[in-house]
């Protein structure tokens, strides 16, 4: 027996319900964060983008310094509230070479903001104190500019990745290269999350 309208129409009414209760179990939509630098003070400046020093070999990530070690906030970049999980247990250090440069895969002590879509966008080579572990926060001290796993000299890398490949769409797209400031109240970065 054909299907008379009041059942298409019942169908239909099925399927859209079952899209809606389909799209409150995807993962939230990826979305552009805004990213500030991570050290209040006026020097801090990017020493390095996609090249190590802008014109070594491949990086495709931020480092940014105001060349102290130990000393300075190394805070949360990303504005607004987000969840930075901590991986610590490295040795705090500011000797050039580092003494232990495998630490956590040479990211040091680090912390790592999950985004949907295998998005994540990480910030490396604290030097740890009691403001360091996982939080959630916005632009909130997360420990001191420090040296830790494979970093020479005492800096912040941060990145932004997918599938853990690290892209530079999100500094490239606003400009950021060697010499911009990476004071906590300019915008380095627009990372996707
Ligand atoms: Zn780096």
Redo the contacts with the bound molecule.
Sequence with gaps: MPMNRITKLGLKLAAIGALASLAVTMPSPIEAATARGPICEAKARVG?TTYYSCNGSS?T?L?MSNQTCGSWNHRGMLLGTFNYKYSGGCANNCANPPPNPNCNGGAGNYYVVSGGSGWDFRQ?HVNSNGSSKTQSCDRCALGLVGSTGQSYGAHV?ADNRQYGTRKSAWYTSVSTTCGSSANCENRVGVPTL
């Design positions: 390095s990086h990530a480092d490396l890398h």
